[in-house]
């Protein structure tokens, strides 16, 4: 299996040598999509998504479960210092990790301030993250939420599918539509207005072309200064490779324009 994470060159090179680790231990495990990769009960275990997404999973009392968060390559999920994860967490794709158990991770972070640096980062990408899903779940009807989702998606990704303008959706239809607190159905009667009205275009399950970026804002709601400033003023977070390359799920530099573009005529029901 080749070792994405050891090749990249930004990363501490104590947690390189602790990836070397847990290659030579058979620790950099692949998982399908819908696997369990951590649940109660097993030993605790910080993992670094080397590629895919994994979702994180809350069960109410009747069996139904609840999508609280994904996390995309590259990424970490667990808890560290004597905070157990409470969530399951689920790979949403084909997915690779690299497991560290969570003792030997705790002490190589107490002794190198740069891993601790990059991991301070990391928690505060995925604060960023908590604040785009409020976004979107503040959103009166599906069409705004998938909008705004897609906007947010197209501002944060890579240089070259900001240019392309392409959207990736990491996971499968049916969590998608559990990200969105909505049902599939409403999911794809949006994705088809969309397409219908030349807003978008569906290049497979899993990616898709914003071909009227002006239009897409305009149908979120969304204040496009807001959203462009709030991803500057957090930094970029570098992904890798592009979203027209990556797999389906198996379900499933733009123009800058104002948010009065393509707002007359635009009424967009709720649902």
């Excluded at 667990?78 to 690779?96: D, L, Q, Y």
């Excluded at 240089?159 to 990200?179: L, S, T």
């Excluded at 899993?206 to 709601?221: H, Q, T, W, Y």
């Amino acid at each position: 299996m080749t070792n994405q994470f050891i090749q990249r060159s930004d990363f501490p090179s104590s947690l390189k040598r602790l990836a070397d680790r847990s290659i030579a231990s058979g620790r950099l495990r692949e998982f399908s999509q819908g696997e369990t990769i951590y649940e109660s009960g097993m030993k605790d275990i910080v993992g670094y998504v080397v590629s895919g997404a994994v979702k994180l999973v809350t069960f109410l009392p009747d069996g139904r479960s609840n999508i609280i968060g994904i996390i995309e390559a590259p990424g970490f999920f667990g808890r560290i210092f004597g905070v157990a994860t409470e969530f399951t967490i689920e790979a949403a794709s084909k997915v690779i990790v690299a497991c560290f158990e969570r003792s030997a991770f705790e002490a190589q972070l107490g002794a190198d301030p740069e891993l601790e640096h990059f991991i301070h980062m990391e928690n505060l990408h995925q604060l960023d993250e908590a604040h785009e899903r409020i976004l979107v779940l503040a959103c009166t009807s599906v069409i705004e939420r998938v909008s705004t989702f897609m906007v947010l998606k197209l501002l944060t990704g890579s240089d070259e599918d900001r240019r392309a303008g392409v959207v990736h959706v990491p996971i499968n239809r049916r969590d998608f539509a559990a990200y969105l607190a909505t049902t599939e159905e409403s999911v794809s009667r949006s994705i088809q207005a969309l397409v219908r009205r030349g807003t978008i275009a569906v290049i497979n399950s899993a990616n898709f072309r914003v071909l009227k970026r002006a239009d897409l804002i305009a149908i979120s709601r969304q204040d496009e200064d807001y959203l462009i400033e709030m991803v500057r003023s957090r930094g970029p977070k570098k992904v890798a490779g592009s979203p027209v390359s990556r797999e389906p799920t198996g379900q499933h530099a733009p123009r800058r324009t104002g948010m009065s573009d393509g707002l007359a005529g635009i009424h967009v029901a709720a649902e």
